[in-house]
Structure formats: C-alpha cells, structure tokens
C-alpha cells in the first residue's frame, strides 16, 4: 500500500442526516490513503459530503463569514434528482452534487475533483441540463405565468394577478407549451419543475 504522510492526506467530514449513507462512505474513504474520513460536525475538514439539506445550510452560512475564513468545500449526496434541486444546490455554494446511487468510482471522483477545487454534478444530472439548455429560452413573463399556473389558477385568475389581458395570458400559455414540448398545463408545470423553471415547494393554493 502507497505510504502517505498524515500531512499531504485530505480530512473529510462526513455530515450526512442518514446513518446508513454516512456509514458506507466512512468505510469508502478509508480505502483510500489519501483520504482521511470523520463522521460528525466538529471537526475541521477540506471537505464535508452531507446530505441536500445539510449542503444547502452550509454553503449558505458560509457566505456570510469573514472572508479571510476559507471554509470546507461541500458536497452534496442525495436522492433529490430534479434540476431545480442542482440548481438551488450550485446556487446556494455548493461545490459538487452526486447521487446516491452513484458508484465507488464515481464517488471518489466526485470527491477529488472537488478537493481539487472543481465543480462536479453527476453525470447523468449535466447532461440532462446540458439539453435543457439547448432549447427555446422562456421570457420572463412566461416565468411569471408559469409559476400562476403551478398554484392552480385558471387564465382569468392569471391575468388578474398579472394585471395583463386574458387573451395575453392564453397567448403565453401557448408559448410556453410550445417551449416546452406539452400539450397540457399540468405537464408544462411538471415539465417546468424538472429544469428548475419553478418550484414546486413554494406553490401556494389558492
């Protein structure tokens, strides 16, 4: 086995709300020399693999510390899939975003490339958001209909909060359908929530 001095090792802390997933990747990270791995929230570390919520509060609080405070790089393990998730996550600070059904392989390689002061989002989750950057960009009152849309609301309500025309909310509703490649409206709110166009969490009924 490759010999290295405690000094050149990575200290990663494992902050992860389920005690299986955060077990497994102590184990993982054991195997490798270059990693040292703790499992808790008080010990100083190059890198801190937690879970969604746990990245989100992280990244976030860490942007309000002194600058010249460098804090861990985080990376993200979870199950949450939608684009909106990786874009919140990216947004927020956070420095790679993995799922949890990623292998060894792809877990470690996650993990240098953020120690190595790179972004990682999982394979499958870029190219999906890769293509939806290929597509019809919506405007920003088709955003603002589209988020009416999420709570419910018919084209009259729409246009009523929006202080536009009827016929315009149609014509936007149109559009945005045609953007998004539906036929219905409950599919372009679905279609809609997986790119991250809006969220779903914060609908408000009406």
């Keep these: 086995m490759q010999h290295i001095n405690a000094a050149d090792r990575h200290h990663i802390r494992v902050q992860h709300a389920d005690a299986v997933i955060a077990a497994g990747l102590i184990e993982a ?4 020399p270059s990693l040292t791995a703790v499992d808790g929230c008080a010990e100083a570390a190059d890198l801190i693999v937690c879970d969604f919520t746990t ?47 990623a292998t060894l392989d792809e877990l470690l390689d996650a993990t240098r490339t953020v120690l190595q002061g790179r972004r990682f989002v999982s394979p499958q989750l870029a ?10 960009a919506l405007t920003a009152r ?5 988020e009416q849309l999420a709570t ?3 084209n009259r309500e729409v246009a009523r909060r929006l ?7 149609k014509t936007h509703v ?3 359908m045609t953007k998004l490649a539906v036929t ?12 991250g166009l809006v969220d779903l969490s914060q609908r408000i009924l009406h």
């Design 163 to 169: 202080g536009i025309a009827t016929g315009t909310v």
């Design 55 to 101: 990245g989100l509060a992280l990244s976030q609080s860490a942007r309000s510390v002194d600058g010249s405070l460098r804090p861990a790089r985080v990376l993200v393990l979870t199950g949450q899939d939608r684009e909106y998730s990786v874009r919140q996550a990216l947004q927020s600070g956070v420095h790679g975003y993995l799922l949890t059904d």
């Design 127 to 136: 190219a999906r958001m890769a293509d939806s950057m290929t597509r019809e």
């Design 29 to 32: 990270f054991a195997r490798e």
């Design 142 to 146: 088709e955003i603002q209909v589209l």
């Design 152 to 154: 419910g609301d018919g």
């Design 184 to 195: 219905s409206r409950t599919h372009a709110v679905s279609v809609a929530a997986q790119r």
């Design 174 to 176: 149109n559009a945005i």
